[in-house]
């Protein structure tokens, strides 16, 4: 292979997310072989401390990274945006080094991503109709066995040559004008499947800031090409409104890498018409979100099961739990795990893609947020979970794929007893295990990471609990679907489960948001926060409740 390409990577404020794309790009064989230039953007003005400490982080991360050929670090004094930091840094660096690979600090890349990338950027620097080079593909439902080609540039993960980001115009107006002379829009947009049009106006109009739409319009104008690889080696783990520009709580783009990849690049530059006509279905199904439709055909199905006057949802404020308790059966039923159990082994054997409180589903439903916590807390290939409260490996088995190739992957949860029985005996894997106590599951495993999914507003006494498990100085803490209520106040109510999910009522909490966040405050840090964007009622009575998640590392010291 010639001279590898420099790697040019994209920061601004965001630490974990930074740390976890430069670990993912150091996993990659020929990264001590490759040079790395980090730009690294500049505060803005009246910048709040807190950004001022991120921006810090960033910064003390990217100087300690020694993992590849050479690492360069350009600081900016002063805020140059997205955009401008892409435009100027890339423009340096391919005419300096005539190619490049540009990743920005949300992108996490698999194992063979550089040789993919190095390898493509070789072949076709000759071609004078190929602009570029990415390792990024949606999740298309196809059989396509090898890279493939098609009009225009894609920016989450690409490569390119100075030789043709001199096509790069920034000039919106004009690129405007040549698509509509040519009569070019519906072939602009797929089809009229996605808005890049609409997107290229805005940029005109000063109404976004995106230089991925120049740089699209750019290679699309003079008839220019980007490869594609068959199956995504690119995962975005931005979207849990970290960053500028992504706010979703869902990631519509939701890719699984693929490992130990041979991919096959085509020797003829020609655009593939069943991949282009893949695009345009993916887009126009992408204009209902993931979860969306999932609830709605969940809630199709139900309504012709399930009486119209049920009584189900939260009820009632408690003055204690032992109130609460007098209207309830608990979570102690025997048919609650022998349901969950059923629906657990058909996500492991693959009948169902995964399954929550029972209730399984066809399709694969991953909360960007939550994978981008566990991502961020790997450590050197190790990833060590305790779920508490984690019923018969729900999320191990919604995420496993994500991280069974890791080199130390393992995943303990810590129930009740009748779950640990049925846990051990039907539903444990190598990675996989089931205790009855946090002492027992750190005894073949590390504190790296406590998962509190769903779980602290079902206890009588949570705060009391907390502070016992910040005693087991988990280095990170992830929480997520966990209940609050607006105000200055808490609700302990009584939650009556749909009787298609199963038979129960339980007590039930709602936080209040401060007081919650301030209980872990003497030993961890908030990293990140999100709103869980679930079907629930978000009003019981008058009181405005919500459903939040947070990621927490624990204090130095």
């Given at each position: 292979m010639n001279k590898l390409a420099p790697i040019v990577l994209f920061v601004y404020n965001r630490p974990y997310h930074t740390a976890a794309v430069l670990n993912a790009l150091a996993a990659n064989k020929?990264?001590?072989?490759?040079?790395?230039?980090?730009?690294?953007?500049?505060?803005?003005?009246?910048?709040?401390?807190?950004?001022?400490?991120?921006?810090?982080e960033v910064e003390s991360i990217v100087d300690k990274e020694s993992r590849f050929k050479k690492v360069n670090v350009i600081k900016s004094e002063v805020n140059k945006g997205l955009a401008n930091s892409i435009i100027d840094g890339v423009t340096k660096i391919v005419n300096e080094y005539g190619k490049i690979i540009v990743l920005e600090d949300d992108l996490l890349v698999s194992g063979d991503f550089l040789e993919y990338m190095n390898a493509a950027l070789q072949k076709y620097e000759a071609s004078d109709n190929v602009a570029c080079i990415t390792g990024y593909v949606y999740p298309l439902k196809s059989n396509l066995q090898e890279a493939f080609f098609l009009k225009g540039a894609d920016c989450w993960t690409w490569g390119t040559w100075s030789s043709k980001w001199k096509y790069f115009n920034t000039d919106a107006k004009q690129l405007l004008i040549t698509i509509n002379n040519k009569r070019l829009t519906k072939e602009f947009n797929f089809g009229n499947s996605y808005p890049y049009l609409q997107m290229l106006e805005?940029?005109?109009?000063?109404?976004?800031?995106?230089?991925?739409?120049?740089?699209?319009?750019?290679?699309?104008?003079?008839?220019?090409?980007?490869?594609?690889?068959?199956?995504?080696?690119?995962?975005?783990?931005?979207?849990?409104?970290?960053?500028?520009h992504f706010t979703t709580n869902f990631n519509f783009f939701n890719t699984e890498l693929k490992e130990n990849l041979i991919i096959k690049l085509p020797d003829s530059v020609v655009e593939n018409t069943e991949a282009r006509k893949l695009f345009e279905q993916f887009f126009t199904l992408s204009k209902v979100s993931i979860p969306k439709r999932i609830y709605r055909k969940v809630k199709r199905i139900l309504s012709n099961l399930i009486p119209k006057k049920i009584n189900e949802g939260w009820q009632g404020n408690y003055s204690s739990w032992v109130n609460a308790m007098k209207e309830c059966t608990g979570y102690d039923e025997l048919e609650i795990p022998a349901k969950i159990k059923q629906a657990v082994l058909k996500v492991k054997s693959g009948e169902a893609k995964y399954e929550r409180d029972s209730v399984t589903f066809d399709e694969l439903y991953l909360y960007q947020p939550v994978v981008d916590a566990l991502t961020a807390s790997i450590n050197n290939g190790k990833l060590h979970v305790?779920?508490?409260?984690?019923?018969?490996?729900?999320?191990?088995?919604?995420?496993?794929?994500?991280f069974?190739?890791?080199?130390?992957?393992?995943?303990?949860?810590?129930?009740?007893?009748?779950?640990?029985?049925?846990?051990?005996?039907?539903?444990?894997?190598?990675e996989l295990s089931f205790c009855f106590t946090i002492e027992e599951a750190l005894k073949h495993q590390s504190n790296q990471v406590l998962v509190l999914s769903s779980v602290l507003q079902y206890l009588p006494e949570p705060y009391v609990l907390i502070e016992k498990l910040m005693d087991y100085?988990?280095?990170?803490?992830?929480?997520?679907?966990?209940?609050?209520v607006q105000g200055n106040k808490e609700r302990l109510t009584k939650q009556i489960v749909p009787e298609y999910?199963?038979?129960a009522t339980y007590p039930a909490w709602f936080f209040n948001e401060e007081k919650f966040k301030n209980a872990f405050t003497s030993k961890y840090q908030f990293v990140s926060q999100f709103v869980n964007d679930i079907p629930m009622p978000m009003k019981i009575d008058d009181d405005n409740v919500y459903w939040k998640g947070f990621y927490l590392k624990r204090k130095n010291g």
């Open positions: 020929i990264s001590v072989e490759s040079d790395l230039f980090v730009f690294c953007d500049g505060a803005k003005e009246n910048a709040s401390d807190e950004l001022l400490k991120q921006i810090k805005e940029r005109d109009q000063g109404k976004n800031q995106s230089w991925a739409i120049l740089w699209y319009a750019s290679a699309f104008i003079h008839n220019l090409y980007c490869l594609y690889p068959p199956v995504s080696l690119v995962k975005n783990i931005g979207n849990d409104g970290s960053g500028t305790c779920d508490f409260g984690g019923s018969l490996g729900s999320s191990y088995f919604q995420h496993r794929h994500l069974s190739s890791l080199s130390d992957f393992k995943w303990t949860v810590v129930e009740q007893k009748h779950f640990v029985s049925i846990g051990n005996a039907e539903i444990a894997e190598k100085n988990f280095e990170f803490i992830l929480i997520d679907r966990t209940a609050f999910i199963y038979k």
